[in-house]
């Protein structure tokens, strides 16, 4: 089992950049594969990023292509979400989520740990 926890969120202007961070427990990290959704008020939770578990892959919704990245430190248990010329849009509590052995999967249900979200919000 794995415990994840996001940081990183906050009130930030458009056209700001912002990363965010999710720690996960456990001496296992390096087997998961990591993926990032986010979910804005009245709306579903919806994919934005993942990273396989050997870190080859990763996987973007269209909509933050060329302005976000996903990354991994094995060596700290942490992935990362970098996210630049953020827009008003892009305002969610943004969440982590992990699978043993995933290949950077985009439906929710592929995965199998959830951290508690972080919420990040643009003004515009």
């Known amino acids: 089992q794995v415990q994840l926890v996001e940081s990183g969120g906050r009130l930030v202007q458009a056209g700001d950049s912002l990363r965010l961070a999710c720690a996960a427990s456990?001496?296992?990290?390096?087997?998961?594969?990591m993926g990032w959704f986010r979910q804005a008020p009245g709306k579903e939770r919806d994919f934005v990023a993942a990273i396989s578990w050997g870190g080859s892959l990763t996987n973007y919704t269209d909509s933050v292509k060329g302005r976000f990245t996903i990354s991994r430190d094995n060596a700290k248990n942490t992935v990362y979400l970098q996210m630049n010329s953020l827009k008003a849009e892009d305002t969610a509590i943004y969440y982590c989520a992990a699978r043993m052995f995933a290949s950077a999967n985009l439906r929710p249900s592929d995965y199998d740990y959830w951290g508690q979200g972080t919420q990040v919000t643009v003004s515009s």
């Open positions: 456990g001496r296992t990290f390096s087997r998961y594969g």
